[in-house]
């Protein structure tokens, strides 16, 4: 079984919505871990129906080290980003770990991502389960 973790920091939303769809598409056949920079993003993720959850920096930097799948905002591999959420450590973590990191391109940080599409979060999380993830867990 396939252990995918969901990270996201401030309110969980996006985080959240992304769990909502990984159990409408794949129900039980994949892990879920809820990886929030905060106590209450992961709370929304459990909400959520994440299989498990974890808050803070040491819980991320250990949980990504056995995960097949990382996936969140572009922030999550950038030190400082959400507001200053992800720690350094944490960053350096994600980007670390093997698991294959499938990144959402929103972003609140000074960054511009080049040849992206903007287009509204419903899309970008029907691409992200459709087009990539998927193909994998079949």
């Keep these: 079984m396939k252990r995918i973790c ?30 929030g920079t905060n106590a209450i993003a992961t709370a929304q993720m459990l909400k ?13 930097v250990q949980s990504v080290r056995r995960a097949d799948v990382i996936i969140g905002t572009i922030g999550i591999i950038m030190a400082h980003a959400m507001m200053g959420e992800v720690t350094p450590s ?26 992206t599409v903007r287009a509204p979060l419903p899309h970008l999380i029907e691409a992200l389960v459709h087009e990539h993830l998927e193909p994998m867990i079949q």
Excluded: Y
Excluded at 52 to 59: F, L, Y
């Design 6 to 35: 969901v990270m996201d920091g401030q309110g969980g939303g996006i985080g959240s919505a992304v769990i909502k769809k990984l159990k409408e598409v794949f129900e039980e056949r994949v892990e879920i871990v809820a990886l």
């Design 90 to 115: 944490m960053a350096a973590a994600v980007a670390a770990s093997p698991a294959r990191k499938i990144l959402i391109p929103l972003s609140q940080e000074s960054v511009e991502v080049v040849g």
């Design 48 to 60: 959520a129906r994440a299989n498990r959850g974890a808050s803070g920096e040491n819980a991320i």
